[in-house]
């Protein structure tokens, strides 16, 4: 053998064996140099949803000091009329006080966007047991309970997301949190997405089907068929049962026969993800 058909095999070995060790972007599948989390396009993507989300929190943490000044304003204007024996005004005062206490404060942030990223890569036993503790309380078979149940095991998974970030619990207990908040008990099927995308992102490999249950509530809650499509497509590509598979592609074949995720394809090739339009709701096709 020749010196130049040596080079050649050992570039040959050297490309096989980077092709094998590349990962993918858990987002697009898209193959990624060694060591990377994600592609390029997908980490753009998510830096720019992080700035926007912070300065959502800017804007939101605002108004909420702002509404907490206006209160204490109106309680020292009570004292005020109440030293002066102003009754009329104290009166008045009151039912503001009253009407605004009464009124309907949204919550435009929740705890979990102010999560830092989430790996599940170290055990940590303190975490581990809550896990188990949590799981054993949401999914007890009594009923009647289930209400206090969920509140019960809902602290407990939140302590691990928030304590131990970076546990092996965190992608199961990001699981069990989108389970909660997607019952009826709970009723938040937004935010159960983006528990269940947490699960997913801190552990592709995770034994929960999380982005089949993120295709699921988008489809069937939120009527977001694009979002809808791109976890039906990453189910049907990295489901954890063939079941979930095949009902992920059946999904997704109807969805594309309305156009919608028609850029993702169940062939060997990997292709381009179209990027979702934000509030999408159609009728359910």
């Keep these: 053998m020749t010196w130049r058909k040596v080079v050649a095999s050992l570039c ?10 590349a990962a993918v972007c858990p987002l697009c599948l898209q193959q990624i140099p060694d060591g990377e989390r994600y592609c390029a396009r997908c980490k753009a993507q998510m830096l720019a949803e992080k700035l926007t989300s912070g300065e959502e929190q800017k804007l939101a943490d605002d108004a909420m000091r702002a509404r907490a000044a206006y209160e204490a304003k109106l309680a020292a204007l ?3 009329y109440e030293s002066r024996g102003n009754a009329e005004r104290l009166i008045q005062v009151r039912k503001e006080r009253k009407d605004e206490a009464e009124s309907r404060h949204f919550e435009y942030v929740h705890w979990e966007d102010r999560l830092p990223e989430l790996s599940a890569t170290n055990e940590v036993p303190e975490a581990t047991g809550l896990l188990k503790e949590a799981d054993a309380t949401r999914t007890a078979i009594n009923p009647f309970n289930r209400g206090d149940r969920y509140k019960q095991a ?37 935010r159960a997405v983006k528990l269940y995308k947490l699960a997913y992102l801190a552990n592709p490999e995770t034994r929960n089907d999380a982005v089949y249950r993120a295709a699921q509530v988008c489809d069937n809650d939120l009527s977001e068929y694009e979002h809808a499509a ?16 095949k009902e992920a592609a059946f999904r997704l074949g109807q969805l594309q026969k309305k156009d919608f995720g028609t850029s993702y394809s169940l062939d060997e090739r990997t292709p381009e993800p179209a990027v979702a339009p934000a509030n999408a709701k159609p009728p359910r096709p």
């Excluded at 040959?12 to 060790?21: E, N």
């Excluded at 965190?170 to 997607?182: H, K, N, Q, R, W």
């Excluded at 791109?230 to 598979?245: D, F, M, N």
């Design 78 to 80: 009570e004292t005020y």
């Design 12 to 21: 040959a070995a050297l490309l096989v064996c980077a092709v094998s060790c």
């Design 230 to 245: 791109h976890y039906y497509w990453l189910a049907a590509k990295q489901g954890k049962s063939l079941l979930t598979r």
């Design 154 to 190: 809902a602290v407990q998974y939140q302590q691990i997301l928030i304590k131990y970030p970076n546990s092996t619990a965190v992608d199961s207990a990001a699981f069990g949190l989108g389970e909660i908040y997607s019952s009826s008990v709970v009723g938040e099927p937004a």
